[in-house]
């Protein structure tokens, strides 16, 4: 089964329990050994890893292991980039702490997306800020991006609060409170909040807008669940 690891704890001796999830289920599975020196699966153990795993149940108490995983994926295989391993661990920590096991689910052909994108650095920046809209509309934040989210005016959009809840109109603009957006970082918020998959299509978005929103996401995540992402500081040292 093709699964992705979201979580290692580590269970008794050399063993590890692993949360895992596809686009249908999450699994939870002992992966005998893990911790040893002499463990084939050994690559298991990094966040967003993506393999084909073998499960056995025990007869005893239904408990799943890992009997045997081949490697499809792995974050240790863009060690190249130092920038690219804290967006991989950035997104790790954002779906294990933000989404339930059941919404995990709903993000796990997205995240292969982004996970390749990564890989092959292929407009990278749109996927990563496609998958965390996508992630934000899966736990529960409406975000309208077709009017003003507060007067529904259509016209004369300067604005983007997730707070609110989406574009913000001229009248409805207040210098004290929301941040004055260019027409091109506006279309970008359009964009990815619009769906994953529209974002796909050659829509290319620039370090420094890509940097100015991955922060605004970040920090209304960070507010939103009161957590601190982990390793996001690091991509401006
Ligand atoms: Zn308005």
Redesign the pocket.
């Known amino acids: 089964m093709k699964l992705v690891i979201i979580n290692i704890s580590p269970y008794k001796d050399n063993d590890a329990i692993l949360t895992c999830f596809n686009a249908e289920n999450s699994y939870t599975l002992i992966a005998r050994g893990l911790f040893s020196n002499k463990s084939k699966i050994s690559f298991l153990n990094n966040p967003l890893t993506y393999a084909d795993i073998d499960i056995s149940v025990s007869k005893r108490n239904n408990y799943q292991s890992v009997k045997s995983a081949n490697l499809i994926f792995s974050p240790m295989q863009i060690m190249n980039n130092f920038n690219d391993i804290i967006y991989v661990m950035i997104l790790a920590d954002v779906i294990k702490r933000c989404l339930s096991d059941e919404e995990r689910c709903q993000i796990f052909s997205e995240l292969l997306y982004t996970l390749s994108a990564i890989k092959n650095n292929s407009n990278k920046e749109t996927y990563i800020l496609s998958l965390l809209a996508k992630i934000l509309k899966i736990a529960g934040f409406a975000i309208s991006i077709d009017e ?1 989210c ?4 259509k016209q004369n959009i300067v604005s983007f609060s997730l707070s609110d809840g989406g574009f ?5 603009f207040d210098k004290g409170i929301y941040t004055k957006y260019s027409k091109e970082q506006l279309i970008i918020f359009y964009n990815v909040f619009k769906n994953f998959l529209s974002a796909k299509n050659n829509f290319t978005i620039g370090d420094k807008d890509f940097f100015m929103i991955l922060d605004v996401m970040i920090k209304f995540i960070e507010e939103s669940f009161s957590i601190k992402i982990k390793n996001y500081q690091l991509l401006f040292k």
């Open positions: 003003c507060i007067c529904h005016n913000i109109c001229k009248n409805c």
